[in-house]
C-alpha cells in the first residue's frame, strides 16, 4: 500500500502565495508520475500540473505563469507554488501519484486526502 500526505493548504489573500507539499510513503519501487488535481463542490475534479519522473510538466490553462509544480525524488514528495492567487484558485486540492510498488510490475493510482485552499480577502 501506498500513503500520500497533503500539507500546506490554507486561507491567503488574493495576489497571495501558498505551497502545498505531498509525501508519498509505503512499499514504493518507483513513482511514475505525480500530480495536483483541485475540485470545488459540484464541478469534476481539474488537473493542475503533473510531472513524471523524466521531469516533463503539464499545467492547466488556468495556472500557467502562475503556479509551478516540482518535486524531490529522493524524498517522494511532490510540491506546488502557487503564486498570484485569485478568489478563483479556492478549492481543496488533491495529490495524484501512478506507483510501481515493491514485489509488482503493477502500476497503480494513489490519491492524497486532499488540502483546503481558500483565497479570500
Known amino acids: 500500500q501506498v500513503r500520500l500526505v497533503e500539507s500546506g493548504g490554507g486561507l491567503v489573500q488574493p495576489g497571495g502565495s501558498l505551497r502545498l507539499s505531498c509525501v508519498a510513503s509505503?512499499?514504493?519501487?518507483?513513482?511514475?508520475?505525480m500530480a495536483w488535481y483541485r475540485q470545488t463542490p459540484g464541478k469534476n475534479r481539474e488537473l493542475v500540473a503533473q510531472?513524471?519522473?523524466?521531469?516533463?510538466?503539464d499545467y492547466g490553462e488556468s495556472v500557467k505563469g502562475r503556479f509551478t509544480i516540482s518535486r524531490d525524488a529522493a524524498k517522494n514528495t511532490v510540491f506546488l507554488q502557487m503564486n498570484s492567487l485569485k478568489s478563483d484558485d479556492t478549492a481543496v486540492y488533491y495529490c495524484?501519484?501512478?506507483?510501481?510498488?515493491?514485489?509488482?510490475?503493477?502500476?497503480?493510482?494513489?490519491w492524497g486526502q486532499g488540502t483546503q485552499v481558500t483565497v479570500s480577502s
Open positions: 510531472i513524471n519522473n523524466r521531469d516533463e510538466i
Open positions: 509505503g512499499r514504493i519501487l518507483k513513482i511514475n508520475n
Open positions: 495524484d501519484a501512478f506507483v510501481t510498488e515493491l514485489g509488482s510490475w503493477d502500476i497503480k493510482e494513489y
